[in-house]
């Protein structure tokens, strides 16, 4: 097994990227809320991007590991504890068998992600192993997790090589006014001149009305030349729809495939993980940019990953000593260690090396 669920916290689900392919037959993408924290997650514990983990809302979970693991924890800070004691984010951690992971409440943004090493044993519905609340499918049965539960390791006692190298500042998600950037569309022209200034001038406020398939926001009502109602046609993640009671609803991870609200702007990417952190009481302005604009901050983004992703994953640069590298890439000394995760293999110079640590070494 891998992890079993004391209890399951306000709404914990296992998540990936999303169920692409599928919106023409009205099926939701799904997948994680906070794009950026999940994949950060995944890479600090040496899985891909898209690999499923655990998004957790405000009120986390306490699980009890089965069997070891390496796990990093991302997103709002929900003051993850192991065995009671503060566990630190945006960084990956070996736990043992019998190790508790538990959570104190929200004290910065709203979601974490937990990530385990060589990811969880779920099956892929539709491409994906997220979690889709409304037509119950993918996940743990295509339901929030409760105590009881279990989840197993797709490939359990894997270890990401430099371990001690695997740690990153954590994003601050505490402010609590935030400013998003949008591009303007694709019915921006259904409103008013006063209406696309009241939208981009004013401070709207998150509502209780927050889940996800939308954020709801309280504020100065947006002005529509002829009212919100428009054609059904379709919805993206971050889409700004502004009903006739002109206030805003942002679309989130779970949306609908297609609406009939008028939609005065998109958020961009790599605003969206603003938008998913944000708490009911916190405050919002937009600021419009262009498509030029949104693009190449998410191209910078996507570069800043891989560079982050490559810079876990690079071998030192000597071979001389091969049991020494694959040390050094640990992040442990020789000598006498000890790591119950297992073994390790590693390929240096086109040869596979296997070094097997779940018992004790000495003088390795």
């Known amino acids: 097994m891998g992890v079993t669920f004391i209890n399951g916290g306000f709404l914990t689900t296992v998540q990936d990227m999303g169920r692409t392919g599928y919106q023409e037959s009205g099926m939701p993408v799904s997948g994680v809320m906070d794009r950026r924290s999940a994949a950060l997650a995944n890479i600090l514990v040496g899985n891909s991007e898209d690999e499923a983990v655990l998004e957790i809302t405000l009120m986390g979970p306490v699980m009890e590991f089965d069997e070891d693991s390496v796990i990093a924890v991302t997103g709002g800070n929900l003051l993850p504890k192991i065995n009671g004691k503060d566990f630190p984010m945006y960084q990956a951690v070996p736990v ?165 609200y008028t939609k005065i702007a998109a958020v961009i990417s790599v605003d969206l993980p603003l938008v998913a952190q944000a708490r009911p009481g916190q405050r919002v302005k937009f600021r419009r940019i262009s498509i030029d604009e949104a693009q190449e901050l998410y191209v910078e983004e996507k570069r800043r990953m891989k560079e982050l992703k490559e810079e876990f994953d690079r071998a030192p640069d000597s071979c001389e000593d091969p049991e020494a590298v694959i040390l050094s890439v640990l992040g442990c000394e020789a000598g006498r260690y000890q790591n119950p995760a297992g073994r390790y293999r590693a390929v240096i110079d086109g040869k596979e090396y296997i070094l097997d640590l779940r018992e004790e070494h000495e003088d390795i």
């Open 96 to 260: 043992h068998r019998g190790d508790c992971l538990s959570f104190g409440g929200p004290a910065a943004g709203s979601r974490a992600y937990v990530a385990f090493a060589g990811g969880l044993d779920i099956p892929v519905v539709l491409g994906s192993k997220s979690t889709d609340l409304k037509s119950k499918i993918g996940g743990l049965d295509g339901r929030k997790i409760g105590g009881g539960d279990s989840i197993g390791f797709a490939r359990p006692g894997i270890t990401p090589v430099n371990i001690k190298r695997r740690k990153m500042e954590p994003e601050d998600f505490s402010a609590e006014e935030k400013i998003i950037r949008v591009v303007m569309g694709p019915q921006d022209d259904c409103f008013t001149e006063k209406g696309i200034d009241t939208f981009l001038t004013s401070v709207y406020t998150f509502t209780n009305e927050s889940d996800r398939m939308g954020c709801r926001l309280q504020g100065m009502e947006i002005e529509h030349k002829n009212g919100g109602d428009i054609i059904t046609d379709g919805i993206v993640f971050g889409a700004v729809q502004i009903p006739s009671h002109g206030q805003p609803i942002i679309m989130m991870a779970d949306h609908q495939t297609t609406g009939g």
